[in-house]
């Protein structure tokens, strides 16, 4: 509250904490009240990112246009005491690959007029961070890395990177906010969205509608889709992944057994070296001048880890949205039955019900009715967005998926699943039960407990042990 | 997706008229949330003396259909005596979004508040010259904050008036206007809406799938709860039935029972779910950092 409050008194002072050099005017004119909250140094760590309602849609909509996979764009905003509002943000052009310099130097420019732009309408106009959207959750690359590593000198508290995961058309979008650090590389901040009064109060119209049952946004059903198509996606994008960095493993492996071989060479001859000169002392020479072995032997320098380091990250995340998928996928299956079974039951009353409700109908209703449920072709959903089984698509799937299970995500997608497969149970049992899938639960009860026995790497991924000097342990690493 | 109350206007198009080769009128106008959510930021950051904001609106247009898919707000002045547009930051903004965006073009122009007045149709004026040959379109929104007026959002087209045509004067005719998104964005709207019932207004993130999932399979057993209350009571002989509400009802279930009757329900979900359950165990490959370097 008394951060909200806060808000509101630091939109009305003059843009106090907008620049990094501290401009001594505007540094008298921040009241003793607001003197703790405002920074002029940036010293108070940020705790926590707020993200403006506009933002959100501003960043969906460049994700979902974009040209290339992926959509960059700069955030604008301030920040009062430890948190980071952002309220504006602005696309950025899209260059393809050529002429690096060339189309670094129209961005900078585009930024420039587009931040002056703003400017003059009174928007906020200091940039924070920048946005990227991404696939499937993976977007730790190289140039994510590098864009950071330049804001993070550039910008106050070194910046911030929102990432919004695309490509879950039906799921939920994954907005996380990130700021560089040395030692995991990105670190996650809290992240809020916030809209504002008068946003809410429009949204809340839009929702509710003029009481006639219209309105602008109702009520979402996307998520029972059962649309299997991201999850093909990402197992490709695993195994790719898995693959590049194989790849890069035998790269590093080589290159650190040149160096061995050649620190070797250089041991052995700094060793013989040694022995004459030891030898020459004993028989009382002068002993060899000192030599340069450096100059001599050149030892490669230490191969940079971090593209392994990234690639790693990446197989974390992508591993990490296939456990989300399989999981809602998991809970679709158990509990989108259980509400088939309770249409048949509203079927089996409508049917009972339809001759209650014809004596209120005319005889023109009643056979439009008839010719209807007789005649599939009349037949008309009038909700686009229902659930609907794909038993076709699951057939295409079932190649590509042949993963050994790990018990601890399975067991807690069936735990989550429980509250919603246990409700419907009394209001089937007043009524005639629909033909209760028994061969079904047979099945499942079959092919459940199927354990993986000690091994807890994915099948796929036991190819990848042959390889010489390389072993995996058990460990999950600490991304 | 209507966005406000519906208007009486007829739209008569003049068919003879648009033979040649003038551009037809448009006959529906639908919004971006993007596009009505600046608005509505700008208008929050108005200065004292603005009475209201205006911006131009960038979309796409078909020959009777025009789909606004973002804004930017524009300077402008307003006095008792004149009018001014800062044309020039109009120009250099639209370059801008051009540059990001190169299939939007320029579609009309907004204003908040729902009055339209002379100023109003010299600057439709100005931006039908921009958007010529085609017709500009004007969006008046209304953002409800004035006491005793209802937020909504209302399309314009202009008509010259009167025999001989002035700029000053033209006939605003209402076009009916909607909502419109992209199936992938409908999470961030949901978020957004969820976000704006929320008591302080903020959501924290990220949201995980299955919580997600559980909100909406819960709707859905709250609507059939709610439909079998209602059937139960209509049978029990407590309420008098709808032949409505029963006619959509048997439209709405009556899809799926000839699958029923082929047993078509019972099979498909058995290969869903043997199908699945082998196959579709979250899997959690766990990339490791020790490793020994030979």
């Known amino acids: ?479 | 997706m209507p966005l406000g109350p519906s208007s009486s206007a007829v739209h008569i198009t003049n068919h003879a008229a648009s033979a040649a080769n003038a551009p037809r009128t448009p006959t529906s106008v639908t919004v971006h949330p993007v596009a009505l959510f600046s608005i509505l930021d700008h208008y929050l950051r108005r200065t004292d003396l603005q009475d209201r904001v205006i911006g131009t609106l960038l979309g796409t247009r078909t020959e009777t259909e025009v789909e606004v898919r973002s804004s930017f707000a524009v300077l402008h002045s307003e006095t008792s005596e004149q009018v001014a547009v800062d044309m020039e930051y109009h120009r250099a903004m639209y370059e801008l979004h051009h540059k990001v965006n190169p299939k939007e073009v320029i579609v009309g122009w907004y204003s908040t508040g729902s009055n339209l007045n002379t100023y109003s149709a010299l600057i439709q004026n100005f931006y039908s010259q921009e958007t010529a040959p085609n017709q500009a379109i004007h969006l008046a929104i209304n953002t409800g904050v004035e006491e005793g007026e209802q937020s909504g959002v209302k399309a314009y087209v202009s008509s010259p008036v009167g025999v001989f045509p002035k700029p000053e004067n033209c006939l605003f005719v209402p076009v009916p206007v909607e909502l419109q998104f992209h199936d992938a964005e409908r999470s961030g709207i949901d978020l957004i809406t969820k976000t704006a019932a929320a008591p302080n207004s903020t959501t924290s993130q990220p949201i995980s799938d299955l919580e997600i999932l559980e909100q909406s399979i819960v709707t859905v057993q709250d609507m059939l709860e709610r439909v079998l209350a209602y059937v139960q009571s209509v049978l029990s002989g407590e309420k008098k039935g709808d032949p409505a509400i029963g006619r959509y009802l048997m439209d709405t279930l009556g899809a799926s029972t000839d699958d029923l009757e082929k047993g078509g329900f019972n099979s498909s979900l058995q290969i869903d779910e043997t199908g699945y359950s082998n196959d579709l165990i979250p899997l959690q490959p766990r990339p490791v950092t020790s490793r020994s370097i030979l």
């Open chain 1, 1 to 479: 509250m008394a951060t909200s409050m806060a808000a509101a008194l630091a939109a009305s002072l003059p843009a106090a904490p907008a620049a990094p050099v501290p401009v001594a005017p505007t540094y008298e004119a921040i009241p003793a009240s607001m003197s703790k909250v405002i920074d002029i140094e940036a010293e108070i760590p940020l705790t926590c990112v707020q993200l403006d309602g506009m933002v959100v849609t501003k960043i969906l909509k460049h994700a979902r246009e974009a040209p290339s996979s992926t959509a960059h764009g700069l955030l604008l905003g301030l920040d009062l005491d430890g948190t980071l509002e952002i309220s504006n943000s602005f696309a950025l052009p899209h260059h393809a690959g050529d002429e690096d310099d060339r189309s670094s130097k129209s961005t900078a420019r585009y930024q420039a007029s587009m931040l002056r732009s703003l400017k003059e309408v009174q928007s906020d106009d200091s940039v924070v961070g920048f946005y990227q959207a991404t696939m499937l959750g993976a977007f730790f690359n190289q140039t994510l890395v590098d864009t950071q590593a330049i804001h993070q000198d550039k910008l106050r508290h070194g910046g911030i990177v929102i990432v919004h995961g695309k490509g879950q058309a039906f799921g939920e979008d994954v907005l996380t906010a990130h700021s560089l650090t040395f030692s995991t590389i990105l670190e996650e901040v809290p992240l809020k969205i916030r809209t504002n009064p008068l946003l809410s109060a429009f949204v809340n119209t839009l929702t509710t509608g003029e009481g006639e049952g219209e309105t602008a946004i109702g009520a979402s059903f996307a998520t029972l889709d059962y649309g299997t198509a991201g999850l093909t996606r990402n197992l490709e994008q695993i195994v790719e992944a898995v693959d590049h960095y194989r790849t890069e493993e035998g790269n590093l492996a080589y290159m650190s057994r040149q160096i061995a071989r050649e620190r070797a060479k250089a041991d052995s001859y700094v060793a013989k070296r040694k022995e004459e000169s030891a030898a020459r002392v004993a028989q009382g020479l002068a002993p060899l001048p000192e030599e340069d072995v450096a100059r001599l032997f050149k030892i490669p320098a230490e191969p940079s880890r971090l593209e392994s380091m990234l690639l790693l990250g990446q197989i974390d995340a992508y591993g990490r949205s296939l456990a989300a998928t399989a999981g809602t996928g998991l809970v679709k299956i158990r509990s989108l039955p259980v509400m088939f079974c309770k249409f048949i039951v509203l079927l089996l009353a409508l049917a009972a019900s339809v001759a209650a409700l014809n004596t209120h109908r005319s005889t023109h209703n009643h056979r439009a009715l008839a010719k209807r449920v007789v005649d599939p072709s009349v037949r008309r959903r009038a909700d686009g967005k229902r659930c609907r089984p794909r038993p076709s698509s699951t057939g295409s799937d079932t190649p590509v998926v042949n993963v050994v299970a790990t018990d601890s995500s399975s067991s807690s997608s069936t735990s989550q699943s429980a509250p919603t497969t246990s409700q419907p149970a009394p209001t089937t049992s007043q009524l005639p039960p629909p033909s209760p899938p028994a061969p079904t639960t047979q099945a499942l009860a079959a092919t459940k407990p199927k354990p993986n026995t000690g091994l807890s790497l994915p099948s796929f991924m036991t190819g990848t042990q042959i390889g010489q000097g390389t072993y995996y342990s058990s460990k999950s690493t600490p991304f």
